[in-house]
């Protein structure tokens, strides 16, 4: 009787396991963005469905909380310690899963190395929501199963992870922080996030 209980319990376990999901990460990187010739630093603070850039350009905004569990971010101005809640758009979105959204042709062009880590470059065909199709160049780290950077092919834009560390992110880096008073819900332009995600 033994036996079948253990086996049992094994099965279960390997249900729970396969169920949960893979690409669950957590990790902080250095994050460079490159778009219509301007070049941006932020560090990125990543757990799956909430995460955080400090932005290392000049500006009001120096730190962006994304909260996608909530479907809210915040902009922080620690110069006056208030911040700014705004609706989750698509436009906060990081570009850390190794699927892009609209896929529809991947194909394996190379190896390199990268920051480290082994990647392998992909050329990636994707389909936009008007319909226009982009093609794009993917290397994804195959050691942390992590897309290192993605770039346009025409070479519009470029995101890159730099320094990766994988590993717990505290709770305190995706919470407003302690006496932070909301900014005033007239809309600043001023207050536009400077880093949109490509």
Partial sequence: MVKPAAEWLFSALMVFVLAAPCWAIEFAA??????????????????????????????????????????????????????????????YTLAVSTHLDGETSREPIGTQLLDGHPTTLYEVTAAGTDGTKDTYYQWVATDINLPLKLAKKNGDWMVEYRHVKIGPVADSFFQLPHRYQPLDPSPSPSLSPRDPSP
């Fill in 30 to 91: 250095d994050r460079i963005t490159r778009t219509d010739r301007h070049i941006r630093h932020s560090r990125v603070f990543y757990r799956d469905q909430m995460w955080r850039l400090d932005h290392n350009t000049a500006g009001a905004v120096s730190v962006t909380i994304v909260r996608k569990d909530r479907d809210l971010v915040w902009l922080l101005v620690p110069s006056t310690h208030q911040f700014k809640t705004l609706a989750f758009h698509s436009d």
